[in-house]
């Protein structure tokens, strides 16, 4: 099994040591970056498992990096900022974050949260990377939903994760709690509007009815159900 590689794009170089030497303390390798030009190189060449990602850098907006990683790179991202506003933490979650870490922090909490992205990113013994449902081809490897004409259609590592809770329990409430429970971050306003702007952004992709969706209903007060037959390959 590969060792996961961890990048991290940090303008502060104490910040930068302390993250590689408690990540490679506890097992994983590590890229670090102070500018953004040299992290966009670097991960053309290599597709890191997690990507921690500071949102002030000198050199680029960090919240349009963070939202091209989401769609275009397929690893998990989690933000690393000083911004502590509830406002800049939803906005980064629902351009695509996984998790988003506030300054200053312990590094301990950081491993953590890493590992615990990496468990719910992985298949279960009972479900694999692709899946078949209601005339679409899910491709988790890949990070595209596929037509039956072929048409392809990218989606975000966090949307990912919300999908694939849906598809490995086809037909069975999925409340609130639950989806806390499995894709992490603490019950709080901003969780419950990045999960709801990921179902939207499912559904869209999906080409649901936003006023009558077929697959992913909600259930007022409880939560939500996926009602398509899912076949796994």
């Known amino acids: ?9 940090d303008d502060e170089p104490a910040i930068r040591t302390m993250l590689e030497d408690a990540l490679q303390d506890a097992g994983f390798r590590t890229m670090s970056f102070g500018r953004a030009q040299a992290f966009t190189a670097a991960l053309a ?3 890191p498992d997690v990507c921690l990602v500071d949102l ?3 050199d680029t907006d960090g919240l349009t990096l963070v939202h091209k990683l989401a769609l275009e790179q397929g690893a998990i991202v989690i933000i690393i900022s000083g911004r502590a506003l ?3 933490k939803v906005t980064g979650l629902e351009l695509g974050a996984d998790d988003y870490i506030i300054k200053p922090f312990d ?4 491993v953590a949260r890493v590992r615990a992205r990496l468990r719910t990113s992985k298949p279960t013994q009972t479900t694999g990377l692709v899946a078949d449902f209601a005339g679409w081809t899910v491709h988790f490897d890949q990070y595209v939903l596929e037509d039956d004409a072929g048409q392809q259609i990218p989606f975000s590592h966090a949307e990912g994760e919300v999908l694939r809770l849906f598809l490995e329990n086809p037909k069975r409430l999925i409340s609130r ?3 806390q429970d499995h894709l992490g971050g603490a019950a709080s306003e901003s969780f419950d509007r990045a999960m709801d702007v990921r179902i939207s952004r499912l ?3 999906l080409r649901e009815d936003p006023k009558n969706p077929q697959l992913i209903k909600t259930i007022y007060g409880a939560g939500y159900i996926f009602l398509g037959d899912v076949v796994w390959q």
Do not use: C, F, G, N
């Not at 099994?1 to 794009?9: A, E, N």
């Not at 590094?107 to 950081?110: F, L, M, N, Y």
């Open 1 to 9: 099994m590969t060792t996961p590689l961890v990048t991290i794009l």
């Open 45 to 47: 060449q290599q597709t």
């Open 56 to 58: 002030s850098l000198p």
């Open 86 to 88: 509830v406002q800049d």
């Open 107 to 110: 590094p301990a909490e950081v």
């Open 177 to 179: 709690a639950q989806m």
């Open 203 to 205: 559904r869209t992709k």
